[in-house]
């Protein structure tokens, strides 16, 4: 069956949207755009040869798939792009998209069901004769199920939502005592959602490997390239490469052949990705497949020779997939996201004031912000993509270290310093030592400070207070000396000594940017609020998705009140105090700025009783649970909260 693709939808936005409207011009294909408010003047919108106004200022808007089925008949275009994220891997709007009438660029929806929802998906493998992840392929029951599977498999293991996915619903559970928290604190949510949750051994020590794979509607099946995605945070990838290094041939069989497999077993038509744990002892498993375009298909692209968007849209139109030729090269891409590594990552916001792309050899720069554009905790934190190929991995590394002294970003944080270290590190550049980076490894060596005093609404993932983390920021400044110029670093704290020793004197100090200016923003209106007054406060802009307390509850230092998402991604909000609330002033799909109060905990209620109870005849203390943070935090979710 022939399907026409002449005016191509695409249901997405900044870099991906650009990408894909860049490969429907050169094959000749009209395109429309859709936007937000704040994407009225995005590059992608004005790539387009028409653009749809979608109302609404944060990345909701791009989920509303009514209103875009109303642009999709309104426009005339018969085919859409769902790009990754957002609607791509949503079964209802497949459905509605294909009802309508269009081409739908992706797996039908029966595929999505059956593969979106990740206790389904390991029954899918099971049958496939795919081994998973060690774990039961149900939703959890009861606390004796949970405890007798830890007991007998080991700790950690991993708890997951079966609709997760880009990092989020994953819980690592270290012993007996974390998992009841675990399962009191979900089994207290409004409605209950314990039966959303399975459990999964946590595999340590391993690499996490992917195959880019397509099958077409003539049951041609491929695998463009193998890939690496160990380097994560958050259980989000940043830093990817293909070919994956150092498998074995029997390793990369066994992933072809599970991939070969899986696709088989639902009709898979269209591209997508396998992903799976390669251990240091050479086992396999299946952890999920992703029906759709990833953002790390360009390092595909450029070892295999193909545009993978093209084949998309050609498997769509019913034509055979281009079979893979042999891969040549190796490349790495690196995820240039407004987070900042001083503060483990935390996703910022702020203007781009400065923007200096690096090029040459093997350089390509996939992006959609320019000089100007406002970047909103609202969206994905991700800008665009540094993607650097050479003719094997050793080169290409080096080539990753000229290519980031070229890059230039200013207005908010980048993983720039981040990136540079990982490059230098002899762990990640070794040839021979393939499982001394494993998928925890970025947090363990490089994140997940402790803080040593912080103050409340600070993520806790900050190292230090206030005054400590404005120690480490620094200014720069180019001077001569003796006519040979030098770039000059100085601690801010210290420019600050000057500038008000310097206005004291009525002299004005030269204005320079400030990098990550948000953040400097979220500290000065959270500063105050040290947990003992019981307000809890937001540590930055974001969007309430969930509130797990109820007013009248009473609560233990430790205990998760609400989970706040910014950038696509969760961050959880934990009690400093014992204490009850006594008030709650959100909801979930709230949106908060920072500083902006999330509730208020009576303290002083809990103190009298802790003083009451030390009274009791056998003089028991109350245990209250170990929070990491002495204050409300946002706590870094890679050892806190665990998708692979």
Request: hydrophobic letters at 35%.
């Amino acid at each position: 069956m022939v399907n026409n693709v002449n005016k191509l939808l695409v249901a997405n936005r900044g870099e991906i949207a650009l990408r894909v409207i860049r490969t429907a011009h050169e094959m000749g294909i009209a395109t429309v755009a859709i936007y937000a408010e704040q994407d009225r003047d995005a590059q992608y919108v004005q790539m387009a040869d028409e653009a749809y106004l979608l109302h609404g200022d944060s990345y909701r808007s791009y989920m509303d798939e009514d209103l875009i089925i109303d642009v999709l008949r309104r426009s005339g275009a018969d085919a859409v792009h769902p790009g990754y994220g957002y609607l791509s891997e949503i079964a209802s709007f497949a459905d509605k998209v294909m009802k309508a009438g269009a081409t739908w660029i992706g797996p039908s929806p029966t595929a999505l069901t059956d593969l979106g929802d990740k206790i389904t998906a390991r029954r899918v493998a099971k049958r496939a004769h795919v081994p998973p992840v060690p774990g039961i392929s149900e939703p959890v029951s009861n606390m004796r199920e949970l405890l007798t599977f830890a007991q007998i498999n080991g700790y950690p293991v991993m708890m997951k939502r079966t609709d997760g996915g880009g990092g989020k619903g994953i819980t690592l559970i270290h012993d007996d005592d974390e998992l009841r928290s675990f399962y009191m604190n979900h089994d207290a949510l409004e409605g209950g959602d314990l039966d959303e949750y399975f459990v999964e051994v946590f595999i340590d020590k391993a690499r996490h490997v992917e195959t880019q794979s397509g099958r077409d509607s003539h049951g041609n099946f491929t695998v463009y390239s193998t890939r690496d995605c160990t380097v994560q945070r958050r259980n989000q990838k940043l830093i990817e490469e293909a070919p994956a290094p150092f498998l074995t041939d029997d390793e990369r069989e066994q992933l072809e052949r599970y991939s070969r497999n899986l696709f088989s077993a639902v009709d898979y038509i269209g591209l997508g990705t396998c992903e799976f744990m390669v251990t240091e002892q050479h086992k396999v498993y299946f952890l999920e497949v992703n029906p759709r375009l990833q953002v790390e298909h360009t390092v595909s692209e450029q070892v295999c020779g193909l545009d993978l968007v093209r084949e998309q849209i050609n498997i769509a139109r019913g034509d055979e997939l281009t079979k893979a030729p042999q891969s040549h090269g190796h490349a790495f891409e690196l995820r240039i996201t407004s987070e900042d590594p001083e503060k483990n990552l935390t996703p910022s916001g702020g203007t781009l004031i400065r923007l200096d792309w690096p090029s040459g050899p093997g350089i390509r720069i996939d992006s959609g912000v320019k000089i100007g554009d406002v970047v909103s905790p609202k969206f994905d934190s991700m800008m665009g993509k540094l993607v650097v190929t050479a003719q094997d991995r050793p080169t290409a590394v080096a080539r990753v270290r000229r290519a980031l002294k070229e890059f230039n970003l200013e207005g908010v944080p980048t993983p720039k310093s981040l990136f540079e270290t990982v490059f230098n590190d002899q762990e990640f550049t070794a040839e021979d030592h393939p499982y001394s980076v494993y998928t925890k490894w970025l947090e363990h060596k490089y994140l997940n400070r402790k803080p040593n005093a912080a103050g409340s609404g600070q993520p806790a993932s900050m190292s230090g207070s206030d005054e400590q983390i404005r120690k480490q920021e620094t200014d720069s400044f180019v001077i001569e000396v003796d006519g040979k110029r030098v770039k000059l670093t100085v601690p801010r704290d210290i420019v600050d000594n000057f500038t008000g020793s310097a206005r004291a004197r009525g002299v004005r100090r030269p204005t320079q940017p400030l990098r990550g200016s948000s953040s400097g923003a979220v500290q000065e209106r959270t500063k105050g609020n040290d947990g003992k007054s019981g307000v809890i406060d937001s540590p930055m802009q974001a969007i309430v998705t969930r509130v797990n307390v109820a007013e009248g509850q009473e609560v233990s230092k430790g205990d998760l009140l609400a989970v706040l998402e910014s950038m696509k991604m969760e961050n959880y909000v934990y009690t400093p105090v014992n204490g009850t609330v006594c008030k709650i002033l959100v909801g979930p799909s709230d949106s908060v700025d920072a500083g902006t109060t999330l509730m208020n905990i009576d303290v002083e209620g809990a103190s009298n009783r802790e003083k009451s109870g030390a009274n009791n005849v056998d003089g028991s203390e109350k245990k209250s649970h170990d929070g990491d943070s002495q204050t409300a935090s946002l706590a870094d979710e890679a050892d806190e909260k665990g998708r692979g």
